[in-house]
């Protein structure tokens, strides 16, 4: 079985400012996507930024970006300009080949304005 | 498109009572997961299913739960009866292809037992 650790529970930003949420994950598998959602109060579940495995290049989404560290297993998000909306619950998630989606225990990230 | 649907949004029933949620998955897609999420465990899978099939339910915790997919648009998720500690937020998501596409979630169901 995969797991996924996000080791934050917590975190905060200055609105405007740039901040990085931790992922590790662990797998053996070759072939697997990885993921950040995002839960507002809403509580809808919002995918935010999708990387496959065997993609090198960073992906990247307006604000949002990952470093992508295939070695080491981490897959971070930096939330660059942060604003008030994005103040949520963050989950990262992985998916391998059996359609088997692992989350982690999320990071409450809050934007102080 | 609609997105994923659920219904009820919420729902608070006493202790012994059968719950059933529901789900209308988006469209054209051929699986569908039911997840519940609680502050102690985060976000659990409970089952899933491709093409109306049940694939993998080895995350329902127990037989008080039950789950059905009886055609492409409809799921169902059923406890019965119901306990203080089945009390969580139940998803129900669905993806278009396996294994390299996201998962769309619906809005989730707020389940409260008393």
């Known amino acids: 079985a995969q797991t996924v650790t996000q080791s934050q529970p917590e975190m905060s930003v200055q609105e405007a400012e740039t901040v990085t949420l931790s992922c590790t994950y662990d797998?053996?598998?070759?072939?697997?996507?990885l993921f950040w959602y995002k839960q507002p109060p809403s509580r809808q579940m919002i995918l935010v930024i999708r990387q496959e495995a065997y993609k090198q290049q960073n992906a990247t989404e307006n604000r949002f970006s990952v470093n992508f560290q295939k070695a080491a297993k981490s897959f971070s998000l930096k939330i660059s300009d942060s604003q008030l909306g994005d103040t949520a619950m963050y989950f990262c998630?992985?998916?391998?080949?059996?359609?088997?989606?692992?989350f982690g225990t999320g990071t409450s990230l809050t934007v102080i304005p | 498109d609609a997105g994923v649907i659920q219904s009820p949004r919420h729902e608070v029933t006493e202790m012994g009572q059968e719950v059933t949620l529901r789900c209308k998955p988006i469209?054209?897609?051929?699986?569908l997961f039911w997840y519940r999420q609680t502050m102690m465990r985060g976000l659990e899978l409970l089952i899933y299913f491709n093409n109306n099939v049940p694939i993998d339910d080895s995350g329902m915790p127990e037989d008080r739960f039950s789950a059905k997919m009886p055609n492409a648009s409809f799921s169902t998720l059923k406890i019965q009866p119901s306990e203080p500690r089945d009390s969580a937020v139940y998803f129900c998501?669905?993806?278009?292809?396996?294994?390299?596409?996201?998962?769309?979630f619906g809005p989730g169901t707020r389940l409260t037992v008393t």
């Open positions: 998630a992985s998916l391998n080949t059996g359609n088997q989606f692992y």
């Open positions: 469209s054209g897609h051929d699986y």
């Open positions: 998501a669905s993806s278009p292809i396996a294994g390299t596409y996201e998962q769309y």
């Open positions: 797998t053996s598998e070759n072939n697997y996507y």
